[in-house]
């Protein structure tokens, strides 16, 4: 009989060395693989309640925009009326107000690169694009460009009775933070008395903006990263637009880098990628140059 050779001590040393090797190269990737799907889950089902929400008390308002909602449209904070609003539609545990304290994580967060920022808690900034509501405005050089006096001056003694009279905003922009009792968080802005603003876009399409949601889909837990497990949405009229939809200024590709140290709002653009692709490829690869939404959806599939 032959004698069967027995792999030495050194070599079953290099095959496990090898094994491990491997191991520390692809079980890393399919966790955060995993994780990332899982993210999106959460936030693609955080979209259709939220959106729901919206289109259920806009009916009841008679289909029109969140400013021309009756509760909204008499309230001095416009973020605090949508939310409360809203809240009767979707299951929120906490009402935080003005202050992230109790909903949103207590050490902050960071963009998709790792810097730390304050965007998620940050008031909205004043609208670069106005729409003409058909009113006269005021100074259009002046970031509130409806005025409520300009507005009420507008009808005579008849009409008045018959217009809506809308309470001025104060302060101008502001927020509203809330848990959810699935574990998720949210905070809506809104920066004026009005949906007078548009969404900046390269297709020059006009859509409202009324305001934004940011959400976190696990609230204070790990991550708190942008473009990971918190994603930002225009209130546009009656609709919930994801930030950095193809075509938006705010564009995936300058405002989604895992490399940009520099810019504070970094990842919050990546959210319509990660809910049209349901992948966070750009977390392997650079956006605009690996991945772009006219040439490759993902990484392992580039030209």
């Known amino acids: 009989m032959k004698n069967k050779k027995a792999f030495t001590l050194a070599e079953v040393l290099i095959v496990l060395a090898l094994v491990g090797f491997l191991f520390t190269l692809t079980i890393p990737?399919?966790?955060?693989?995993?994780?990332?799907?899982?993210?999106?889950?959460?936030?693609?089902?955080?979209q259709k309640d939220l959106q729901t929400a919206l289109t259920e008390v806009s009916a009841i308002n008679g289909n029109k925009n969140p400013d021309d909602w009756e509760t909204v449209r008499t309230s001095e904070n416009k973020a605090e009326a949508i939310t409360n609003e809203l809240s009767k539609k979707i299951k929120v545990l906490s009402f935080c107000g003005a202050s992230p304290l109790g909903c949103f994580a207590p050490k902050g967060y960071r963009t998709i690169s790792g810097r730390s920022t304050n965007a998620v808690f940050q008031p909205l900034k004043p609208n670069r694009l106005t729409i003409d509501k058909e009113f006269p405005l005021e100074d259009p050089n002046q970031d509130e460009q409806l005025n409520v006096n300009d507005l009420n001056a507008f009808y005579d003694d008849e009409q008045k009775s018959q217009q809506p009279q809308y309470t001025e905003a104060k302060p101008k922009s502001s927020v509203s933070f809330i848990s959810l009792l699935d574990g998720g968080a949210a905070v809506i802005k809104t920066n004026s008395t009005y949906c007078d603003g548009l969404i900046s876009s390269i297709d020059k399409v006009k859509r409202p903006l009324?305001?934004?949601?940011?959400?976190?889909?696990?609230?204070?837990?790990?991550?708190?990263?942008?473009g990971v497990d918190v994603f930002g949405f225009y209130i546009s009229g009656t609709a919930l637009v994801p930030m950095g939809f193809y075509g938006d200024d705010?564009?995936?590709?300058?405002?989604?880098?895992?490399?940009?140290?520099?810019n504070s709002e970094n990842g919050l653009a990546c959210t319509a990628w990660a809910l049209t692709n349901k992948n966070m490829d750009y977390r392997k690869c650079a956006a605009g140059d690996v991945i772009d939404w006219t040439t490759s959806t993902t990484c392992d599939n580039t030209p």
Do not use: H, W
């Open 29 to 46: 990737n399919l966790v955060q693989k995993q994780g990332s799907l899982e993210y999106i889950k959460k936030a693609k089902q955080m």
């Open 210 to 226: 009324c305001g934004t949601i940011i959400i976190d889909v696990n609230g204070p837990a790990r991550p708190n990263m942008l």
């Open 250 to 262: 705010f564009s995936f590709n300058s405002n989604c880098l895992r490399n940009n140290m520099k």
